[in-house]
């Protein structure tokens, strides 16, 4: 299966900051790449489909402005947490497939 | 709506069968998942099912779905202690051409020993 890793792997930082987190596909051409939250003990929450050179497809209730994606090429989807705050802090994974999904080793942002 | 339910927890003695059950409710789905996540780590893939498939068996693992009933269940034989985890099943769901997963709520695994 695709390999799929995130860089960082845990960040803390603080409230009113931008947190950039990578998801990179190292085997596998992604056109297309999904971003998940997960908070403590619940389960996982698409935020938004990532589209290869177009903009970025979003869950209802996910706020476009505050979590920016950029997928400039087949292998790098950027999940940028705008103006991070502490109800920001989750546990954010990537997946990348079609019918079967791989997923990345999740990143932890915590805001103080 | 889409909507994929599960118990939350379950506790079994080592070398017990487990069972963990899933209810869905968009009958869409192409295919059924199971993942199991471990303490602060990402999702590993167990296994899937077709959804035009009534059983699927992969060596401790065995998959059941009622597609009429909505209803998924994954059996782990011989269940270790390495197996306590938490398990998600997931469906994915086809909108002209457009890929999306369903998560389940999870549910806790506790073998003991």
């Known amino acids: 299966g695709a390999v799929v890793s995130q860089h960082p792997s845990w960040v803390i930082c603080k409230s009113g900051t931008s947190v950039k987190i990578e998801c990179r596909s190292l085997d596998f051409q992604a056109t297309t790449m999904f971003w998940y939250r997960q908070f403590p003990k619940q389960s996982l929450m698409l935020m938004a489909t990532?589209?290869?050179?177009?903009?970025?497809?979003?869950e209802q209730g996910v706020e476009k402005d505050k979590f920016l994606i950029n997928h400039a090429s087949l292998t790098l989807s950027t999940l940028t947490v705008t103006s991070a705050h502490p109800e920001d802090s989750s546990f954010y994974i990537c997946s990348v497939g079609t019918n079967e999904q791989f997923f990345g080793p999740g990143t932890r942002l915590t805001v103080l | 709506g889409e909507d994929v339910e599960q118990s939350l927890f379950l506790s079994v003695r080592e070398g017990d069968s487990s069972v963990i059950n899933c209810t869905y409710t968009d009958s869409s789905s192409t295919y059924l998942y199971w993942y199991k996540q471990e303490p602060g780590a990402g999702l590993q893939l167990l296994t899937y099912?077709?959804?035009?498939?009534d059983m699927k068996q992969d060596q401790r693992l065995t998959v059941l779905l009622n597609k009429k009933d909505k209803h998924l269940s994954l059996r782990i034989a011989d269940t270790q202690t390495g197996d306590s985890a938490i398990y998600f099943c997931?469906?994915?769901?086809?909108?002209?051409?457009?890929?999306?997963?369903?998560f389940g709520t999870g549910t806790r695994l506790k073998v003991l020993a």
């Open positions: 990532s589209n290869e050179g177009s903009k970025a497809t979003y």
């Open positions: 099912i077709f959804s035009n498939m």
């Open positions: 997931a469906e994915s769901l086809t909108t002209s051409g457009t890929y999306k997963y369903i």
